[in-house]
């Protein structure tokens, strides 16, 4: 049994990725300041005898010096644009101090270490697909550039600590990313438009609706992101997602028709530094990690509108 950190763990990623570590029997330490994270996410798990629940920011040290450690995923930071933008000092200090607090603990524990990274690093991208030797466009002093350029620094931050250390760090770079447990007033997409369907409500298309994004399942990213932990030698950066393209109207009007919905499309202005197009291209993983989505958009959203009709 190994002992696994998941910073982020009450979150709707890091949530799931307890479940799946506790399945395959390993002790987990869930370390969460419940800032975007939501205890319901983690009730079934509290109690289970290899589960431990730590309610703290990794802003703040930390050192689990009564456990050994052997790998953790940092996955804490608030990661919808409405909420890294609440506070924004605080979002990028959760990818600068919080992200080198967690080094040290790796340091110390020699532990293997995993950065959730982002598809924002690529900023509004000039190449499309995105691959992973792309460099990215991004606004250094935009709104959303604490998280962008927070989780830039944190990877820097990783090769820093490998370099100078020895530490042995995985770097995914996760694209949007969909199903149960979505928070539902984080302003994200696909639950603004299962909960605008299922109410009724006008499906709210911010700026002309034409802007693409790629929707990976859940199942499917913590996948990606075991299998990058688990490989005996390769760091990444890698993109973890699905390739399958969607403008925002083929979106919205996908959840209408899937949920039987007479919701109407209305337009509203789009946020200052909204990427226009994304898409991974995913070669690397399917390379180095023999990965790739397996569920289709329409089983993943069936299931995830399933669960925000709970929800409701
Ligand atoms: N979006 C939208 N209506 C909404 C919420 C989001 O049209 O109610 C758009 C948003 O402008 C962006 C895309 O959907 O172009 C994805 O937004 P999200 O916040 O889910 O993810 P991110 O922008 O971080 O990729």
Known sequence: MQTIVVTGGAGFLGSHLCDLLIQKGEKVICVDNLFTG?????????GHENFVFINHNI?????LENYMIDQIYNLACPASPIHYQVNSVRTIKANTIGVINMLGMAKKHKARILQASTSEV????LEHPQTESYRGNVNTIGPRACYDEGKRV????????????????RIARIFNTYGPRM?????RVVSNFIMQALRGDPITIYGDGKQTRSFCYVD?????????MNHESFKGPVNVGNPEEYTMIELAEKIIKMTGSKSKLTFETLPIDDPMQRRPDI?????ELGWEPKVKVDDGLKKTIEYFKGVL
């Open 38 to 46: 939501n205890k319901n996410n983690i009730k079934h798990l509290i």
């Open 59 to 63: 802003i703040e040290p930390l050192s």
């Open 122 to 125: 690529y900023g509004d991208p």
């Open 154 to 169: 944190a990877e820097t931050l990783f090769f820093d600590y490998h370099r100078q250390h020895a530490l042995q760090i």
């Open 183 to 187: 928070a539902e007033h984080d302003g």
């Open 220 to 228: 499917d990213l913590l996948d990606g992101l075991y299998k990058l």
């Open 283 to 287: 070669t690397l993983a399917k390379k």
